[in-house]
């Protein structure tokens, strides 16, 4: 891991971490780009507690040569939620890649130009080209009434979100009326119906309950995380065609989910992002899948609209370490005369939007030449820093002359009550600091020393 230096705050204090991939826009909303996804179930712990998570994420599928997955999620907390990816029916037979997330609590919210409501449903009936009902209103479920904001342009992404069902299906949206419209075609007055689909294939599935967050069109930037969302033009077509398929935007985006607009073609799709780098600068860059168990197998599809909600991460860590200096209370003396102690505060604090990066960040402070370190005496006083620490692994010691260029080369021990010959202080925290922007994040690292 590469390491930063981030500040020299005051004489002899060294603090070193690095910037980690932060993705909190608010208390309600978290981001995550989750790697080498596979067939087997991984944890994915959140940054946020939320009262009713709603998830929705999208595959970035590398290449053609690639077997079509969709993306199932089961077990949603208040903290974490567990994900895979896999082919239809129930295949294991994947190729792992990068999964990007948006989780947000249950609810309508607008602030900050970012307007969006997450809700769930139950999605008793399944779509598809060959079921009974085929793409009808029979299979899926009209949602329109369960929509509280007013939207001038929306649009929705959506994801099932339970695993009732070992075989697969996917989320798709239209507008009530005719399957090749996506929610809200002409207007919010168009309606939203939801369901899952399992393309071309004769059977059914299980209940399964889908998230889905309709999006108002906008771009802006919350939290330091550049946003924009949209539905883009009826332009893009299968990966059995000539993917990749591009949107321009205006940025470089670096998180991203998306989701078919309808479904033009009848033996049913889904979006996926595309490619090693599905989001260079001021594109997107995607393509439409299917399933290859029943029917075409082919992977070609007819254009279709695809909508989009795309993230750029500026959050950045903003360290800063104070140290300050006090008499100890317990001296028979109020001035620092020799045989007195004095008590060190190191005040360590992210104000930044950024968390840094899990176990990176190293304290090095210069013990003054006047001073004797007193053995065992220091402690940690957390403030919410989402750090721990433990004495016996975290915090180290060295009589050298100059200072350690790092924690591991901090290799002394204090040996009596007072050792006159501690130079540095080392000091390793475990964990990744939290941001600092919407809940304030410091520790406290306090010892003594004795005056010579």
């Known amino acids: 891991m590469m390491r930063q230096l981030l500040s020299m705050i005051c004489p002899g204090l060294l603090m070193m971490s690095a910037p980690a991939y932060g993705q909190i826009m608010t208390d309600n909303l978290e981001l995550k780009r989750v790697p080498n996804v596979g067939a087997a179930w991984q944890t994915v712990a959140l940054e946020n507690t939320y009262s009713d998570a709603i998830v929705v994420c999208t595959y970035n599928l590398p290449s053609a040569a690639s077997p079509p997955v969709v993306t199932r999620i089961q077990n949603i907390t208040s903290t974490s ?3 895979r990816i896999q082919q239809y029916e129930n295949s294991s037979v994947v190729t792992p890649s990068d999964v990007h997330c948006v989780i947000s609590d249950e609810g309508a919210y607008n602030s900050g130009g970012l307007k969006y409501e997450a809700r769930k449903v139950i999605s008793d009936q399944t779509s598809g080209l060959s079921v009974p009902g085929g793409w009808g ?3 899926n479920e009209d949602v329109s009434s369960d929509i509280t904001q007013t939207y001038a342009n929306p649009h929705v992404v959506g994801q099932v979100m339970s695993f009732n069902d070992a075989n697969a299906s996917v ?3 239209y507008d009530c009326d005719s399957r090749g419209n996506g929610a809200f075609f002409s207007g919010q007055a168009d309606g939203i119906c939801v369901g899952k689909h399992i393309g071309q294939i004769n059977g059914s599935r299980a209940a399964e309950t889908l998230g889905y967050i309709v999006i108002e069109a906008s771009s802006g930037t919350v939290n330091d995380i550049s946003f924009a969302a949209a539905v883009g033009p009826d332009s ?13 935007v205006s940025g470089d985006f670096d998180i991203g989910i998306l989701t078919q607009q309808g479904e033009d073609g009848g033996q049913g799709g889904w979006a996926v ?9 001021n594109q997107i860059s995607w393509a439409i899948d299917e399933e290859v168990v029943a029917g075409d197998k082919t992977r070609t599809h007819t254009s279709e609209n695809v909508g989009y909600w795309i993230f750029d991460n500026n959050q950045a860590p903003n360290m800063t370490a104070n140290k300050d200096v006090k008499m100890y209370s317990g001296n028979s003396s109020p001035y620092a005369i020799p045989g007195s102690d004095v008590v060190y505060d190191i005040n360590v604090e992210n104000s930044g939007s950024g968390a840094i990066d899990t176990d990176s960040l190293e304290i090095i402070d210069a013990m003054p030449a006047e001073l004797s370190f007193k053995t065992g005496s220091v402690s940690f006083i957390d403030n919410d820093s989402g750090l721990t620490f433990n004495p016996v692994t975290d915090l180290a010691f060295s009589k050298s002359v100059t200072a350690p260029a790092n924690f591991a080369a901090c290799s002394d021990t204090p040996s009596g009550t007072y050792d006159p ?4 202080i080392c000091i390793a925290p475990k964990g990744s600091m939290s941001e600092g922007t919407l809940t304030p994040s410091s520790f406290t690292i306090e010892f003594q020393a004795a005056v010579k």
């Open 81 to 83: 939620f567990q994900l």
């Open 137 to 139: 209103n029979i299979n």
């Open 171 to 173: 989320f798709w949206n």
């Open 236 to 248: 893009g077509a299968g990966v059995g065609n000539n993917p990749p398929y591009n949107y321009t």
């Open 273 to 281: 992002l595309y490619g090693n780098d599905p989001l260079p600068s």
């Open 421 to 424: 010959d501690i130079t540095f």
